[in-house]
């Protein structure tokens, strides 16, 4: 079967895409390593228009009931491996099966970035984790160190400080760069410990987290904590998308209508280069996206 698109990613610029091209009635489906994105990572949420206030997990309950409604052909568990073109047709590769398309649109996301220090393979899920969201509650009662100093950063702090015995935050900038008012919050907790001009060197441990060694001011320390979180950033799911052009941070480069390099394929999202990665900004450009591809469609029939 020749779908008429192929949505790559249920994040929120995912799901938005599906929810408008089911209503333009296109024959689509989604393929998605999970759904949420990284929405289900964020802790309180307090910027996302119509909602004073909505945790990251709920929002994205919240996303995936919508797109339910319409009965969108969901494939999870699938992850992406390459795209190509034959005969102005798109042919999408996942680990599964074989899928192809007149149009598709990216909205893959970013997934987190890795410190690259000794000890950080080898204690994965064993004290160290990427989502505070998710494994906060593991250490309730527990001194943690929070690696990062933007907004994921900060995020993982608020979390953290309400169930945690002490929060380090090992930042190698001489600030803080995240949100006054987040930065506000973290600094005026007794809990938190600032260390900025700070880096992580090696997470040690035995069969668990048990410490970090930092380096600050040409000094080493060991700092006693028994977990740490990864908030240093993110890089672009991209490394399938070769037929499209990309920046030199491996987003994908699209016009005002998320048109990519590459005729009929569409990208929306924080995969792309659009300017800001907010929930808000990514839902609104997997509309955009969407209604491109439908445009496209109606052109090229």
């Avoid at 409604?69 to 568990?77: A, D, L, R």
């Avoid at 009662?141 to 929070?146: N, Q």
Wanted: glycine residues 10%; neutral net charge.
């Amino acid at each position: 079967m020749v779908y008429d698109l192929i949505v790559i990613g249920a994040g929120p610029s995912g799901i938005t895409a599906a929810v408008y091209a089911a209503r333009k009635e296109m024959n689509f489906i989604v393929l998605t390593g999970d759904i949420g994105g990284q929405t289900i990572w964020s802790g309180d949420i307090e910027n996302y228009t119509g909602y004073q206030f909505i945790t990251g997990p709920e929002l994205a309950a919240k996303f995936e009931d919508h797109m339910r409604t319409y009965g969108i052909s969901v494939k999870e568990n699938e992850k992406v491996r390459a795209i190509e073109k034959v005969a102005g047709i798109i042919r999408v590769e996942t680990d599964k099966a074989l899928y192809e398309a007149k149009t598709i649109i990216i909205a893959s996301g970013k997934t987190s970035k890795e410190l690259g220090v000794p000890g950080e393979k080898e204690f994965r899920n064993k004290g160290l984790t990427y989502c505070a969201t998710c494994d906060g509650p593991l250490f309730s009662g527990k001194p943690v160190a929070i690696i990062g100093g933007g907004n994921s950063a900060l995020d993982a702090a608020l979390q953290l400080m309400k169930i945690a015995t002490k929060v380090y935050i090992i930042n190698n900038r001489a600030e803080l760069i995240g949100d006054a008012v987040m930065r506000n919050k973290v600094e005026s907790s007794s809990i938190v410990e600032i260390m900025n001009d700070a880096n992580v060197v090696q997470i040690v441990g035995d069969k668990m987290v048990s410490g970090i060694k930092v380096l600050r001011h040409g000094k080493e320390s060991l700092l006693p904590v028994e977990g740490v979180f990864v908030e240093i950033g993110l890089v672009p799911n991209s490394k399938f998308a070769d037929i499209v052009d990309k920046n030199e941070l491996g987003e994908i480069k699209i016009t005002s209508y998320n048109e990519t390099s590459s005729p009929g394929i569409f990208a929306a999202g924080d995969v792309t280069n659009v300017p800001e990665k907010q929930i808000v900004i990514a839902a609104g450009e997997g509309s955009k996206a969407s209604l491109g591809a439908f445009r496209y469609l109606s052109r090229n029939r």
